[in-house]
């Protein structure tokens, strides 16, 4: 299984080769894990940007904020576990746009195929 700071790699070189992400998204995410890593996605920006968030740094303001813990994103990104299934579960915590939110699974998809198959 993926680790979180492979997972947030593959989640850069998605969003960094797929410039139609930022079409649908339109905004900004911040992935909080349990473990305390944590990453900031910006849609907004031209071309979008994907920034590691230290330990110790405030998460900048976003769009949407997702907290969940590496098996969660491990699920997601088997397809075992849908976004929604893991909110209502409560595996995901979700604040602010959740209209953003209903398009994580175009993120995930994206971030699916820069992971080896053997990571997931």
């Known amino acids: 299984m993926s680790t979180t700071k492979e997972l ?9 080769e797929d410039p139609s992400l930022a079409k649908k ?13 944590a990453i900031f996605v910006d849609f ?5 940007m994907v920034q590691t968030l230290e330990e110790s740094s405030k998460p900048p303001k976003a769009d949407l ?6 098996k969660t994103m491990q699920l997601l990104l088997i397809k075992k576990l849908t ?8 595996k995901l915590k979700l604040k ?7 398009k994580l699974n175009a993120l995930l998809a ?3 195929k820069q992971l080896p198959t053997s990571k997931l």
């Not at 904020?65 to 590496?70: A, F, G, I």
């Not at 976004?83 to 409560?90: D, E, G, I, S, V």
């Not at 602010?96 to 209903?102: D, P, S």
């Open 110 to 112: 994206a971030t699916r």
């Open 8 to 16: 947030f790699a593959a989640m850069t070189v998605a969003v960094s």
């Open 25 to 37: 998204f339109r905004g900004s995410v911040v992935f909080q894990m349990d473990d305390g890593e």
């Open 44 to 48: 907004k920006a031209t071309p979008a």
């Open 96 to 102: 602010g746009n959740m209209g953003l939110a209903m």
């Open 83 to 90: 976004p929604q299934q893991a909110f209502m579960k409560r």
């Open 65 to 70: 904020t997702v907290k969940t813990n590496l």
